[in-house]
């Protein structure tokens, strides 16, 4: 089935440091969801993207949506250490069916030193 | 905040047993999800219901089954429980949204089961 992948698997930064991670689909999303997973809790919902070239901020993260809607990214500028935990993009148009089934990518473990 | 409840938080049980973990919530969402997901791993789909008596198995096939009785509870159970069980699972919610659009899901805090 469609696969999404999200790269790094895990990095590590300075408080104070930019963060970016990266999903890729073989093919076209009609949306892409990102959640925030801390650590010992439970996916918190971000943002959804919906339109090719979407960019979206919500404080210090960006959120972009590629042109061919195959590619997502998440940015962080100057993280602190309540960034810290796993980030998954997520597709929720799994198996092409309109029924919001969730496909998650593999997740980024990012991990901040104070 | 979203009221999705999921009991028991922690459970440790021995090879055999049969076990229910319990997932309701109050929003009154006709979608429900169950995840499985290992320490440090992406989640996994292995049950969803699009609303009273509608269930289907997802991606991950897994030995448990579920039922959907309630708009509001959406319980798992594993007949016999083997170590290869052993796994967070999370329970989820959302509501319908129309004109192709997806909406968020709500999670649970997650059950940690381990067999032993």
């Known amino acids: 089935g469609q696969q999404v992948m999200q790269i790094p698997q895990y990095q590590h930064v300075q408080e104070g440091e930019d963060f970016t991670t990266y999903c890729n689909s073989s093919?076209?999303?009609?949306?892409i969801q990102w959640y925030k997973q801390r650590p010992g809790g439970h996916p918190v919902f971000l943002i959804q993207l919906v339109k090719s070239g979407e960019v979206k901020k919500q404080k210090r993260l960006t959120f972009q949506f590629g042109e061919a809607k195959k590619n997502s990214s998440l940015h962080i500028t100057a993280t602190q250490t309540t960034d810290v935990g796993t980030y998954f993009c997520a597709d929720p148009n799994a198996g092409g069916t309109s029924y919001g089934k969730l496909t998650f990518g593999q997740g980024t473990i990012l991990t901040v030193h104070p | 905040e979203a009221d999705i409840y999921q009991t028991p938080r922690y459970l440790v049980i021995g090879t055999g047993k049969k076990i229910t973990l319990e997932c309701s919530q109050t929003m009154g969402h006709d979608k429900m999800y169950w995840y499985q997901q290992d320490p440090g791993m992406e989640l996994h789909l292995i049950h969803y219901?699009?609303?009273?008596?509608?269930?289907e198995k997802g991606d991950l096939s897994s030995e448990s089954t579920v039922s959907r009785i309630r708009t509001e509870h959406f319980p798992l159970t594993l007949e016999s429980a083997r170590p290869s069980h052993t796994s967070q699972y999370l329970c989820?919610?959302?509501?319908?949204?129309?004109?192709?659009?997806?909406?968020?899901?709500?999670f649970g805090p997650g059950t940690r089961l381990t067999v032993l």
């Open positions: 989820a919610s959302s509501e319908w949204a129309g004109g192709g659009s997806y909406n968020e899901q709500f």
């Open positions: 219901s699009y609303g009273v008596n509608s269930t």
């Open positions: 093919t076209t999303l009609s949306n």
